[in-house]
């Protein structure tokens, strides 16, 4: 199981790479995205993958997950959704500026005129 | 009820003078008074915050009454509690700076609510005992300076600050990554737990180089190292000068402090490598930031280039990872935030006076303004480390521990770093204020009070900073201490059970 | 829906247009959807729930009344300024933690009791609920913000 999830973030990550080193900013935004995603599922399987009981709660718990991978992972996931969320509205806005969503076209030092 | 509040004083403290001034709407002229008081409660905090420390040491509270190492603990040591102090006072100067520079616009769309969010992350990142907390407050204060350096929507801003926000998004998901392999690895998060237990065992932990690998990754984007510094110099050409003062004097030094305090606690086995490594990039990174000082003759870009030549010599110090280097480290950080803080608003305000950038259009400013060219011929000075200046102590310390240590070529490097720093500086205060005289019907007419009022008395304290740096010498050696020794670092986990 | 239309060139967009289906379940849905984020709110702490979930439902049924009406009708049915809604649930959400040195216990150290409510039966109290709020709240007007700053720049 943490084979197939190690597998899985790796593709994704792959995919972000490839979605990354495009010229699009829109495609940049959804390869971040991706990698986010990618680094999510690592974390939630570095705690490693099994079914148990609510730690902590009862005293007589037996078999219990580790629960601090997704306390972790929900933290990690409210920043990437704020973070993304402010990089689409500032790709909007450059896109309006600066009238390209090319970043080949993004280089140099634009003149304000 | 002191252990309680006094190590959150300043994380509290910018945060509600945030929330307040947001709770006020667009109005400026409230805003400033809000900042400065704000900025104002944080120095005193953190200046009893520093004494108290100095006086009963380590200080760590535990949020939710949870204890360590299960819960989130905040830990002021005296390098957190020095780092605070120095920030405390840069915010109450930028924001001084910031009345009569900033520019009304920006004011309005909540300049000085985003300045104290970032404050808060920057003093979190400082005073958290928690890696993945610290993971948190490098995302706030990285929000809050996406929107600063994006503030006022201008083209440049905005391409700029895209790569800028690209750039750190793609390390901090790294440094995600990097803390799931370390809690896969030792099954903790609290910095000191993690050092009990990499400590107390006997096997191999080679994984542990790989997470260096991908920590010093991490840090070294954020703090602008060899080969990761590329966007630096770009992305900080772009915000106006009090943006740049607090990206230029804090947002570096957070990256430089994360990477002396994870090398001092997480990376302690396979040293010869990682600290190897650390010594090589900051080496390139001084070498670098040289050519870049000496190549350009546009004030703004010689100062930007100085950042790089500063990490990189604080870095040479951490890598010697001795009591002469961290404490000539330390110097040399505090001093550096300072100095740096009152260079860029000095040239600041030179560019807002002239509106040019390149030194070659200017010439002669010293016969309108004696003070402002002695102050910035001082603050060159005090940069390069000319004694009984404040950079002097840093370097001299740095210097010392790489001869003790047998590193001959990166002391001569960081010795010769001194004279590109200074040809650099002085490249501009020739170039500015000697010379044929410039136009000086087309100076502009601002009003400087405060500008110069903050630039003065920031570099007045960065000479009386050099001048009692003696009497300081056990503040720092006890701010180097946990680093050096970690045990006394992590020794509050022993006292609780 | 209408506006989009006509951005894209229907001009009689108005009086073709006829999306009474879409504007009657949405009044109906939002209904549910809003319900089910509230469950989800209280359900947080012991339960899978909490204000994150619940406030980016709650966002989601208002953006469902954003698509089916308009931006005028919204702010006629939720007249309130979101950027207000952000500072309230901030202070909130740090405020409340910060409380609990009157008692004289660390930051965000929450106090929790059990009462007996005639109906209800057996009810838990948890001072963590109102810390919850505040990312709820946060949360919701957040997603909102941004949403609805998108579509004005649309236009």
Redesign the interface.
């Known amino acids: 199981m943490e084979l197939i999830t190690i597998l899985l973030s790796g593709i994704l990550i792959g995919s972000a790479v490839y979605l990354?080193l495009s010229r699009s900013?829109i495609r940049?935004i959804i390869g971040?995205a991706l990698?986010?995603h990618g680094?999510?599922l690592?974390?939630l399987?570095?705690?490693k993958l099994k079914r148990g009981n609510v730690p902590v709660?009862d005293e007589a718990v037996e078999n219990y997950t580790d629960p601090?991978?997704q306390a972790?992972i929900?933290?990690?996931i409210?920043?990437a959704f704020?973070?993304t969320?402010?990089?689409?509205?500032?790709?909007?806005?450059?896109y309006?500026?600066?009238g390209t969503d090319d970043v080949e076209e993004?280089k140099g030092?634009?003149?304000?005129d | 009820m002191t252990t309680n509040i006094l190590p959150l004083l300043p994380i509290i403290i910018p945060f509600f003078t945030g929330i307040v001034m947001l709770f006020t709407g667009r109005r400026p002229l409230a805003h400033r008074v809000m900042a400065a008081v704000g900025s104002l409660l944080a120095l005193i905090a953190t200046i009893w915050l520093t004494i108290h420390v100095y006086q009963s040491g380590t200080i760590v509270t535990y949020l939710g009454s949870w204890v360590a190492p299960f819960g989130i603990s905040v830990v002021i040591d005296m390098a957190a509690a020095l780092l605070l102090l120095t920030t405390a006072i840069i915010t109450m100067f930028t924001v001084i700076y910031s009345f009569q520079s900033i520019g009304i616009e920006r004011e309005k769309y909540y300049y000085y609510v985003m300045v104290m969010f970032m404050i808060t992350g920057v003093n979190g990142a400082f005073s958290t005992g928690d890696i993945f907390n610290m993971f948190v407050f490098f995302e706030v204060f990285l929000l809050a300076s996406y929107v600063l350096i994006t503030l006022g929507g201008t083209k440049i801003q905005l391409q700029e600050g895209f790569k800028y926000i690209l750039v750190n998004l793609i390390s901090s998901n790294f440094f995600v990554l990097g803390l799931a392999y370390l809690y896969s690895v030792t099954g903790s998060l609290n910095m000191a737990d993690i050092y009990n237990k990499l400590s107390a065992f006997e096997g191999n932990y080679s994984i542990m180089t790989l997470v260096a690998v991908l920590f010093i990754f991490v840090f070294a984007t954020k703090a602008g190292v060899f080969p990761l510094y590329f966007w630096l110099p770009g992305s900080y050409y772009a915000p106006p000068m009090p943006i740049l003062v607090l990206f230029g004097a804090l947002l570096t030094k957070v990256g430089v402090y994360a990477i002396a305090r994870t090398y001092s606690l997480f990376f302690i086995d396979n040293v010869d490598f990682t600290n190897q490594i650390l010594l090589l990039i900051a080496l390139a990174t001084v070498v670098m930031g040289s050519i870049g000082a000496l190549s350009y003759t546009d004030m703004k870009r010689i100062i930007i280039y100085n950042i790089l030549i500063a990490v990189g010599v604080i870095l040479v110090g951490v890598a010697m990872m001795d009591q002469t280097g961290l404490v000539g480290a330390f110097y040399y950080l505090i001093h550096d935030m300072l100095i740096k803080a009152a260079l860029f608003m000095l040239v600041g305000y030179l560019i807002y006076r002239t509106g040019e950038t390149g030194i070659q259009k200017l010439g002669g400013l010293i016969k309108l303004h004696p003070w402002t060219g002695w102050m910035f011929f001082i603050a060159a000075m005090g940069l390069t480390g000319v004694p009984p200046l404040s950079g002097f102590y840093g370097k001299l310390f740095i210097v010392q521990s790489t001869f003790e240590n047998d590193h001959y070529i990166s002391g001569i490097i960081v010795l010769l770093s001194s004279l590109a720093v200074l040809y650099s500086v002085i490249k501009i205060f020739i170039g500015v204020f000697w010379g044929s005289d410039m136009d000086f019907s087309k100076l502009r007419p601002i009003k400087s009070d405060k500008i110069l009022f903050a630039s003065f008395a920031m570099v007045i304290l960065s000479v009386v900073f050099g001048l009692a740096a003696d009497a300081l010498y056990p503040l720092f050696d006890m701010a180097a201490q946990s680093f050096y020794d970690p045990a006394s670092y992590s020794n509050y986990l022993t006292e609780v059970e | 829906m209408k506006q989009t239309l006509k951005k894209t060139g229907h001009d009689k967009a108005d009086r073709q247009m006829n999306d009474v289906f879409l504007q009657f379940t949405a009044k109906l849905v939002f209904l549910i959807v809003i319900m089910f984020s509230f469950n989800l709110f209280f359900a947080g702490h012991y339960t899978p729930g909490g204000g994150f979930v619940g406030g980016l439902l709650a966002a989601a049924a208002l953006i469902l009344l954003l698509i089916a009406y308009d931006k005028k009708t919204l702010q006629r049915m939720v007249p309130i300024d979101f950027r207000l809604i952000i500072t309230s649930g901030l202070t909130f959400a740090v405020g409340l933690p910060t409380l609990s040195f009157l008692f004289g216990t660390p930051f965000f150290t929450h106090q929790h009791t059990h009462i007996e409510i005639p109906v209800f039966g057996d009810v838990a109290l948890h001072s963590a609920v109102l810390f919850d709020l505040g990312v709820f709240l946060t949360v919701a007007a957040t997603a909102l913000l941004i949403i609805v700053l998108v579509g004005e720049a649309e236009n």
Not at chain 1, 85 to 94: D, G, P, S, T
Not at chain 1, 109 to 112: A, G, L, N, R, T
């Open positions: 990354m900013v940049i971040t990698l986010s680094v999510h690592m974390l399987t570095m705690g709660l601090l991978p972790l929900l933290t990690a409210v920043i704020a973070l969320a402010f990089i689409l509205v500032l790709a909007l806005r450059a309006g500026e600066l993004m030092v634009p003149h304000d």
